[in-house]
């Protein structure tokens, strides 16, 4: 499973403009996370009460994708199911339109992975 | 150090082997998680290795524990004439130090599964509860292999009757269910396992009539299997194919499965 995901996050994880990549479930469990850069862990300690309050208006339907700027990186976090939802860190580097395709075909392809 | 198999599809491979043998290994969860069917399991995984099984309860009667096991498809009223396993149900007290209880699962080599071990902590004074509950362990890892489950609060936050059965116990495994029915709704982690390395990761699992909990992680090449003959529902059964195509469960564990439903 965990080699499933890895694989279909692939364009993510390659990207050099993208610091980390995760999946947390909707109670904030991280299910998957790949860092790229030591230097976003404080980011991330951060980040882990904010996930699960962005995590609570997700699952409550009131946001349906969150976007966060963060010095000079940008966070976003959109559901991939209803109980998953991926996270991805990316600095200033980074193509937003292409970053919102790649997201946007991996929710695609992950929504059949998901349900069993 | 020598490992005993938990009985759970896919565990072993997680923590190196198995639990430690004479160790006291906790299941955290909350309600609708599988914590008494882990522990079922590893009671079966006992009695198919000769070693004496003992089930203890402080809420099912023999007679309702032998109605969940027969739920999954498993008949254990056999194991348990033939002396295989021993069911028993106790009332709490408020020390464990020669209660009836300590009596029962006196032996060597057992497997010995206490599910809920909550409600034996709840019901002790705070001031002495970690002592009791060291004192009980000793006696548990003298006699064999333990498991414990512990409830995990649905609201709120535990207290001493979920934290000092974890603190203490040599290995503690979270089950977790949010509810939803997709990959990753239902998911354990190891969280600690003293004397043995695991693996530092939140797994998927599912839970299957006739089967039990199957962690959900490939461990061998994918194979086909005939499963026509089973006792169970088509949607397990196309499940089952999947977790043997994919390399979920192992040849030798499809038999295994058999053996215990016919």
């Known amino acids: 499973m965990r080699e499933q995901i890895k694989e279909l996050l692939k364009p993510l994880i390659l990207d050099e403009g993208i610091a980390f990549v995760a999946i947390y479930r909707i109670d904030g469990t991280p299910i998957f996370v790949d860092i790229k850069r030591r230097g976003v862990v404080d980011i991330l300690h951060w980040l882990e009460e904010q996930v699960k309050i962005l995590l609570y208006y997700l699952e409550n339907g009131r946001?349906?994708?969150?976007?966060?700027?963060?010095?000079?990186?940008?966070?976003f976090l959109q559901p991939l199911s209803k109980s998953l939802v991926l996270t991805v860190l990316a600095d200033d580097t980074i193509s937003i339109y292409k970053l919102r395709i790649d997201i946007s075909t991996i929710r695609n392809e992950f929504l059949s992975h998901v349900r069993v | 150090m020598l490992k005993i198999p938990t009985g759970i599809f896919g565990l072993d491979e997680l923590i190196s082997g198995g639990f430690v043998k004479n160790t006291v290994n906790a299941?955290?969860?909350?309600?609708?998680?599988?914590?008494?069917?882990?522990?079922?399991?590893?009671?079966?995984?006992?009695?198919?290795?000769?070693?004496?099984?003992?089930?203890?309860?402080?809420?099912?009667?023999?007679?309702?524990?032998?109605?969940?096991?027969?739920?999954?498809?498993?008949?254990?009223?056999?194991?348990?004439?033939d002396g295989l396993l021993k069911v028993g149900r106790f009332q709490v007290e408020d020390s464990f130090i020669d209660s009836e209880l300590v009596k029962f699962i006196t032996g060597k080599d057992m497997r010995i599964?206490?599910?809920?071990?909550?409600?034996?902590?709840?019901?002790?004074?705070?001031?002495?509860?970690?002592?009791?509950?060291?004192?009980?362990?000793?006696?548990?890892?003298?006699?064999?292999?333990?498991?414990?489950?512990?409830?995990?609060?649905?609201?709120g936050t535990a207290g001493k009757e979920v934290d000092v059965p974890?603190?203490?116990?040599?290995?503690?495994?979270?089950?977790?269910?949010?509810?939803?029915?997709?990959?990753?709704?239902?998911?354990?982690?190891?969280?600690k396992h003293r004397m043995s390395?695991?693996?530092?990761?939140?797994?998927?699992?599912?839970?299957?009539?006739?089967?039990?909990?199957?962690?959900?992680?490939?461990?061998?090449?994918?194979?086909?299997?005939?499963?026509?003959?089973?006792?169970?529902?088509?949607?397990?059964?196309?499940?089952?194919?999947?977790?043997?195509?994919?390399?979920?469960?192992?040849?030798?564990?499809?038999?295994?499965?058999?053996?215990?439903?016919?």
């Open chain 2, 27 to 81: 299941v955290l969860g909350t309600v609708g998680c599988g914590k008494t069917i882990f522990s079922l399991q590893y009671l079966l995984q006992g009695i198919e290795d000769n070693q004496e099984a003992v089930y203890i309860s402080f809420d099912l009667e023999v007679k309702d524990f032998l109605r969940i096991a027969r739920s999954m498809g498993w008949k254990l009223e056999e194991k348990i004439s």
């Open chain 2, 197 to 262: 390395p695991h693996l530092n990761s939140v797994f998927p699992y599912s839970i299957l009539e006739g089967v039990g909990l199957v962690v959900e992680e490939k461990r061998c090449e994918g194979f086909e299997v005939d499963l026509s003959d089973l006792p169970l529902s088509e949607s397990t059964k196309e499940k089952l194919y999947r977790y043997c195509k994919d390399g979920i469960l192992k040849p030798e564990e499809i038999q295994k499965i058999r053996r215990r439903l016919i």
């Open chain 1, 63 to 75: 946001l349906s994708e969150a976007e966060i700027k963060i010095s000079s990186y940008r966070l």
């Open chain 2, 113 to 155: 599964v206490i599910d809920s071990f909550t409600p034996l902590v709840a019901s002790l004074e705070t001031s002495r509860a970690r002592n009791e509950v060291n004192w009980l362990y000793k006696t548990l890892r003298e006699s064999g292999t333990a498991l414990i489950t512990v409830e995990e609060p649905f609201f």
């Open chain 2, 166 to 191: 974890l603190i203490l116990a040599d290995c503690v495994i979270q089950l977790k269910n949010v509810g939803y029915g997709e990959a990753y709704s239902r998911t354990l982690r190891v969280i």
